[in-house]
């Protein structure tokens, strides 16, 4: 073997694998928690936020039903100083009703904002754990293959300079 590869550090080969697999098992759950985190907030919003707003517009509604009852029934008795009390009451359930009613848009709006912002986000994060989960493996695979290869030619080479030493004073030996 006239050539011989000079390695300087096999273990910081042994290093740099073994810093890539903590990478690999610190960055796989935090891509996991992340795509978790948007999950929760998708239902959040489609379901728990939409349920609470429309849960609210009923009992508003209700509510405003009973002012305008209270509104009419003061008008068929004749007491004009006692319906100007329940026509504001109609008018705040009315805002009442339209805040809900705002409320339930700017949902739907956020909804539709998080999926659109969202979706080109997620593709990337399932692209990167797509690629932690198969490239990344193989990398740590061929380090594996690399420091056994390694780890033999090391092997090969001393064995041959032993052999090469205790062939040199056989030959001093012989020469005197």
Sequence with gaps: MTGQAQITSVEAIGSFR?????FLGQARPVLDEAANELSRTRLWLQNDQRSFWEHQLRLRN?????????????KLSQFQESTSLQLMAV??????????????????????????????????????QGFLATDMAHAVAYLDQALKALDAYRDAVSSRNEKAAAVS???TDETK
């Design 18 to 22: 073994a810093r890539l697999i903590v």
């Design 62 to 74: 209700r509510k405003l039903e009973e002012a305008k009852q209270e509104l009419f029934n003061a």
């Design 91 to 128: 008018q705040r359930a009315q805002r009442a009703v339209q805040e809900v009613e705002d409320r339930m848009k700017s949902l739907k709006k956020w909804d539709r904002e998080l999926e659109h912002r969202a979706a080109p986000l997620m593709k990337q994060m399932e692209q990167l």
């Design 169 to 171: 004073p056989a030959k």
